[in-house]
């Protein structure tokens, strides 16, 4: 198990970036596939990216992100990141970090995930 904190939101106009970090303390980090997700108000949480263990050689991106946002990690740290650019009015919404020991797969449903942050508001300006 692993405790997840996020941070690095905040309001930008559209077209800006941001980059959103999780940091997590407890055990084996690197062991752990890691998720991005999503919940805007009156909306059910949304799948954003993911990542898989160790070297995070495998990606998984949600359409309405592709092109456009990057997932990385960097094990030393403990921490992993999502590097949001050309962002919309639409990616107004708390973005979660989300982890699961996982030998080889990366999930994209909040369900698959066993450990979760508090969430982080970002909030993008027309």
């Known amino acids: 198990q692993v405790q997840l904190v996020e941070c690095g939101g905040g309001l930008v106009q559209a077209g800006g970036s941001l980059r959103l970090s999780c940091a997590a303390s407890g055990r084996h980090f690197m062991s752990n596939a890691v998720g991005w997700f999503r919940q805007a108000p009156e909306k059910e949480r949304e799948f954003i990216a993911a990542?898989?263990?160790?070297?995070?050689?495998?990606?998984a991106y949600a359409d309405s992100v592709k092109g456009r946002f990057t997932i990385s990690r960097a094990n030393a740290k403990n921490t992993a990141y999502l590097q949001m650019n050309g962002l919309k009015p639409d990616d107004t919404a708390i973005y979660y970090c989300a982890a699961r020991v996982s030998l080889r797969d990366i999930g994209t449903t909040a369900e698959w995930y066993d450990d979760w942050g508090q969430g982080t508001q970002v909030t993008v300006s027309s």
């Open positions: 990542i898989s263990r160790n070297d995070g050689s495998r990606t």
